[in-house]
């Protein structure tokens, strides 16, 4: 069964860059058909994409983040990351790693996700 | 951008009566080559991730009790559930995957009455 679990610092300092990892456990990042997504979600707001990449390296990003983020992948360790640069207290959310289905061309729907880590921007 | 908005946000019925939420996107998500509605629904449970429910407006995911259905086409969708269960207490969110940025709608939160 595939699972991912999200890693990082749960306290980001203003103007500072966040830094996550996912880590993908029964199965292969390297998947033919599948990007893998990073999505979060501030309290008591809904849910934002932010960008996906699929193994080779080629990404997706949303452009309201796009000057600052930057997801990359790791498949020797079959993680993939996120950093998104000059932080403020808007940035802080839940965030989520997830499976995005690519298929015939078109992007769909995200599943599994991982359980989702809080990270606070303050000083 | 394609913005994604639902009703209500809130909802209380009792169990076993019937749920429905509603999702409404700012254009149309059928894409006529194919006849698809690229849509999706979710299930958010407190402290668990959000569990894909529904995909391609109707199709349910494996393993999704038959009491959760989709229907809708274009821009206006429902999630319907035909007898509540405990278990369903939930917040509920839509998903277009049809143009980037993929955007979700602002969730319905649903309680037991």
């Known amino acids: 069964q595939l699972q991912l679990q999200e890693s990082g610092p749960g306290l980001v300092k203003p103007s500072e860059t966040l830094s996550l990892t996912c880590t993908v456990s029964?199965?292969?990042?390297?998947?033919?058909?599948?990007?893998w997504g990073w999505i979060r979600q501030p309290p008591g707001t809904g849910l934002e994409w932010i960008g996906s990449?699929?193994?080779?390296?080629?990404?997706y990003y949303n452009p309201s983040l796009k000057s600052r983020v930057t997801i990359f992948v790791d498949t020797s360790k079959n993680q993939f990351s996120l950093k998104l640069s000059s932080v403020t207290a808007a940035d802080t959310a839940v965030y989520y790693c997830a499976r995005h289905l690519k298929d015939s061309g078109d992007f769909n729907w995200f599943d599994p996700w991982g359980q989702g880590t809080l990270v606070t921007v303050s000083s | 951008d394609i913005v994604m908005t639902q009703s209500p946000d809130s909802l209380a019925v009792s169990l076993g009566e019937r749920a429905t939420i509603n999702c409404k996107s700012s254009q149309s998500v059928l894409y006529s080559s194919n006849n698809k509605n690229y849509l999706a629904w979710y299930q958010h449970k407190p402290g668990q991730p959000p569990k894909l429910l529904i995909h391609w407006a109707s199709t349910r995911q494996s393993g999704v009790p038959d009491r959760f259905s989709g229907s809708g086409s274009g821009t206006d969708f429902t999630l319907t559930i035909s007898s509540l269960q405990a278990e369903d207490v939930a917040v509920y969110y839509c998903q277009q995957y049809y143009s980037t940025p993929y955007s979700f709608g602002q969730g319905t939160k649903l309680e037991i009455k």
């Open positions: 990449i699929y193994y080779s390296g080629n990404t």
């Open positions: 029964g199965g292969s990042i390297s998947s033919s058909n599948y990007y």
